[in-house]
């Protein structure tokens, strides 16, 4: 197959995919609708999820800096530690 009928072929199923999308108009249309929908419904429930553990992740950090005020043994910088990098994360979603 030569290029020049390669193009042609190209051409004929461009307009065959233009005439069916025309009649199927509504029903694609519907689809994108549906496809938005959910979508929309997966992104809500992600960032509600994120606000959640941003905020147990603030109060988690609140915890550690109140015991580690209290006692300055040998594992309070691993806590100080671990509620930073904890609460990088939180940082904007609320």
């Known amino acids: 197959m ?7 072929n190209h051409l004929v199923r461009l307009e065959k995919f233009k005439r069916w999308a025309k009649k199927n ?17 997966v992104v809500m429930v992600t960032r509600s999820a994120l606000r959640k553990g941003s905020t147990s992740t603030k109060q ?10 209290k006692d300055e043994g040998p594992c309070a910088p691993f806590l100080k530690w ?6 990088l994360g939180s940082r904007g979603l609320n």
């Open 82 to 87: 671990i509620a930073k990098v904890a609460t």
């Open 2 to 8: 030569d290029d020049e009928n390669l193009g042609a």
């Open 60 to 69: 988690a950090k609140k915890i550690i800096d109140h015991a580690t005020k």
């Open 25 to 41: 108009l509504f029903a694609l249309s519907v689809v994108a609708i549906a496809v938005a929908g959910v979508i929309t419904a």
